[in-house]
Every structure is written in C-alpha cells, then in structure tokens.
C-alpha cells in the first residue's frame, strides 16, 4: 500500500515512496536519514557556491582559505591537502589560484627550502573575516526551529554516523 502524501512531505519522503514502489522488498529507512544528509549538505553548499560567487573563489579555494585561516602557522600543501580532503594535485591547483589572487602566499620553509608553506596574505584573510560570519549566520537560519536541546541531540547523533564513516565502517 502507497505511502499517502501529506503537505509535510519533503522530497526524501517522495524518493523512498519511489524506491518503495520499485523495490517493495527492500527496506529504504537508512534512505529517511542519510538521503536527508545528503539532500541537506548539497543545497547549503549550493547556497555557499552561490554566495561565494561575487568573491571571485569557489567553494573550494575557500576551504583552503578557511583551513589557513583556522591554522596558527603558516601550512605545507600537504596539511591542508589532509583537513580539506582534497587531492594533493586539487591542494596545488587551489593554492596556485589563491597566489595569483593575492590571496595565498607561498613561503619556503627555513629548514628545508624544497617545503613550501602556504599562508593567507591580508587580502585573503579580510575575505574569510567576511564570509565566514555570512556562513555560520546561513547555517543557523537552516537550524532555525530546532531548540538548544534539539541542536545538541541531532548534533551528537550526527557526530556518531560522523564517527562511524571516519573509523570506514561502510567497507
């Protein structure tokens, strides 16, 4: 029997009662959470592309950014190449863009001159000094109906599905 739609349906609810009619034998609630991650996370980056824009970076270069930005020090390729996820080929490509923008530096490494160490310049700090608040404020607005308690219990469960793909629990 056809799940009935109801005006609080939002489009998860109308995939699974797809998949449902597809393939009645299989269960499709893990579709309920991780298809509403997926949804979720696809149109928030979509915003941020779509904020980004007038900067001249995409959302990648500003994950570089906002990784140098974060860091303490001055970070080799390869650092940030590990907290953004990147290649290391995407990593260089990004970096290279930032340089020609003004907005990353490339520093030799005192001790080894083959190490170069990427930092923001002035130009690409005020840019993340900018953004970033915009960003955290667009993230709220998607919180907006879920109390204190809500945010920290939906936090904690999506920091154990978090936990579950970082220790690779798919394979």
């Known amino acids: 029997m056809a799940q009935a739609s109801s005006s609080e349906d939002d489009f998860i609810d109308k995939v699974r009662r797809e998949w449902k009619r597809t393939y009645p034998e299989i269960d499709t609630s893990p579709v309920e959470v991780m298809g509403r991650i997926s949804r979720i996370s696809s149109q928030s980056l979509h915003q ?10 995409s959302r990648a270069e500003f994950d570089v950014m906002s990784a140098l930005a974060r860091s303490d020090r001055p970070l080799r390729a390869s650092e940030v190449t590990a ?21 990353v ?32 404020e667009r993230d709220r607005q998607l919180l907006s109906g879920l109390d204190a308690n809500e945010q920290t219990q939906l936090t904690a469960l999506l920091k154990r599905i978090s936990i579950n793909i970082d220790a690779g629990l798919w394979d």
């Open 83 to 103: 907290v953004t996820m990147f290649s290391g080929a995407a990593t260089t490509k990004h970096a290279d863009r930032l340089a020609k923008l003004g907005l």
């Open 105 to 136: 530096e490339r520093q030799r490494f005192e001790r080894d001159g083959r190490v170069v160490l990427l930092t923001l310049t002035e130009a690409g700090r005020a840019l993340v000094e900018a953004e970033f608040p915009r960003r955290v």
């Open 48 to 57: 941020l592309d779509r904020a980004l824009a007038p900067s001249g970076v």
